[in-house]
């Protein structure tokens, strides 16, 4: 990501040399939206002529006449952007997120405008604290000001807008509380951005050796504890699905481990990421066209190992160890064949029934192995599992499943507060015989009927009795709903939702789980 200067100023508008200054307004019934009376006038004005309501999806673009006197005399250009009826018992999640979304759009205008240099005017809304309101518009223009132009080279122009340089956030009061929120979104925009540049590497840039370079960075950097198996390690464990997916490759597998410990009795929390960095189906090879999104099915282990960077820098009362199953599924030779049997970590049977139902073979390893080694007091995958949850939910929400009340509540309520909603699915003892095998344990589908919680069921049998929940981001990986702050391609999902849920824990209770 681009290394963008942030900073919080007391100063007023009139010194501020600045590209685009941006203030707000509220919308109120029958009456001009509620403003800075810096732009009252400007805002009045439009309100007078229609143009102007206040709503969420409003904006005001005005350019002061260079030489007169004004209140603008260091902005070249002002936006005035709508909050909507803010003023309002908003729930504040919607709120925030409205706030996002802004973010995003001045992100959007100074692409359009070639801005370089911001100014923005945080608003004063009743009720709502100053460092949220600076954390989720810092976050909207972070993440709306991302761009991966790595691999543009002879098309790449000098005139091309290379991003934002630097924003200030003007308050007039409480400066410590909105610097807090501007460094917070920092930290989770850096994380976001960081894995969508994992997930917009060619196949034949990112590997699954990649995964474990950018563990032992982390590692080297914040002072974690990095351990990445390889295939002969794998092999001494018995973990027979990562082995069988890898089977057809060139490039070996490897397991990336990467530990944050606070050092004293606090709870653990267990990542896991399917990191499939090219998924060809194997044997049962995919449809040519759209193939070339593959590249995307290592978005769970990009999500996890990005989030980790951001859990290393805030350091958190809580120990986090994530873990990334990384291989690439290729048709080679000597690759899976369905009907094959394989044997996992737990010496649980699997029957392989389709080759392209690869991910829950290498999950199931990565979660038996890591539950068996760090006694985790709960876990959470995440992976681009499953065709069917883009069926069942489109790509507006991330499918759950969990065998933890406790747990699929806190990962709702993180992800509502990332923006990054999360609906619960069922599981019961119906969706599990659907994966029951005449040959072995277990078969790796279940049929059409219910496919992503056939997989998830799949997964359970990997858990036993530790609160689990299972995260399929196939819809919203890429092609997440359209928002100013999400780009095409991928959307960093289940990075910020992370961050919250470790930024709001609180202590475990076994009873719950």
């Not at 001494?236 to 082995?243: C, K, Q």
Request: aromatic share 6%; with cysteine.
């Amino acid at each position: 990501m681009k290394d963008t200067r942030l900073s919080i100023t007391e100063k007023p508008v009139d010194p501020l040399d600045s590209d685009l200054v941006v203030y707000f307004a509220t919308q109120r019934t029958e009456m001009p939206p509620s403003c800075d009376m810096a732009v009252t006038a400007l805002v009045e004005n439009a309100y007078a002529l229609k143009d102007f309501s206040g709503k969420a999806d409003e904006e005001l673009l005005y350019y002061p006449l260079a030489g007169t006197k004004t209140g603008f005399t260091g902005a070249r250009r002002i936006l005035v952007l709508g909050l909507g009826m803010a003023d309002t018992q908003t729930p504040d999640p919607v709120f925030f997120e409205t706030l996002r979304k802004q973010g995003g759009n001045i992100a959007k205008t100074c692409e359009k405008t070639k801005a370089g240099s911001l100014v923005v005017f945080l608003p004063h809304i009743p009720g709502i604290r100053v460092d949220k309101t600076a954390e989720a518009l810092a976050e909207g223009i972070l993440l709306g000001d991302y761009r991966f132009s790595k691999y543009k080279q002879t098309t790449r122009k000098e005139t091309d807008y290379s991003g934002i340089e630097s924003i200030r956030f003007s308050c007039d009061k409480e400066t410590a509380q909105a610097q807090k929120g501007v460094d917070n979104a920092e930290n989770a925009a850096a994380a976001a951005c960081t894995a969508r540049d994992m997930a917009n590497e060619p196949g034949n840039g990112w590997t699954p050796e990649s995964f474990a370079d950018y563990a032992a960075f982390l590692a080297d950097t914040h002072g974690l504890t990095c351990t990445c198996l390889g295939k002969k390690e794998m092999e001494e464990l018995g973990m027979g699905g990562i082995l069988g997916v890898n089977q057809g490759s060139a490039t070996p597998p490897c397991l990336v481990i990467l530990e944050y410990d606070p050092g004293n009795k606090c709870d653990t929390l267990l990542l896991v990421g399917k990191g499939l960095t090219f998924d060809t189906g194997g044997i049962s090879i995919k449809p040519a066209a759209g193939m070339e999104e593959m590249k995307y099915d290592m978005c769970g282990g990009a999500a996890v190992l990005a989030a980790m960077a951001a859990v290393a820098r805030e350091k958190p009362d809580l120990r986090v160890v994530a873990m990334i199953p990384a291989t690439d599924n290729m048709p080679g030779g000597s690759a899976l064949k369905p009907g094959d049997i394989i044997t996992h970590v737990n010496q649980v049977t699997s029957e392989v029934v389709n080759t392209d139902a690869e991910g829950r073979l290498i999950l199931a390893d990565a979660l038996a192995h890591g539950i068996k080694t760090f006694t985790p007091d709960c876990v959470v995958d995440i992976a681009t599992l499953t065709g069917a949850v883009i069926i069942g939910l489109g790509h507006h929400y991330t499918g759950m499943v969990s065998n933890s009340d406790d747990l699929a509540q806190r990962l709702e309520a993180a992800g509502q507060d990332a923006g990054e909603p999360v609906w619960r699915l069922p599981l019961n003892e119906d969706y599990t015989k659907q994966i029951e095998s005449k040959v072995a344990d277990i078969k790796n589908t279940g049929g059409k009927a219910g496919g992503t919680i056939t997989a998830a069921a799949y997964l359970s049998k990997f858990v036993g009795d530790t609160p689990w929940a299972h995260l399929d981001i196939a819809g919203t990986a890429w092609d997440f709903t359209k928002k100013p702050y999400i780009p095409k391609g991928p959307s960093g999902t289940g990075v910020r939702t992370f961050i919250h849920l470790i930024r709001s824990w609180k202590k475990w209770s076994p009873a719950k789980g």
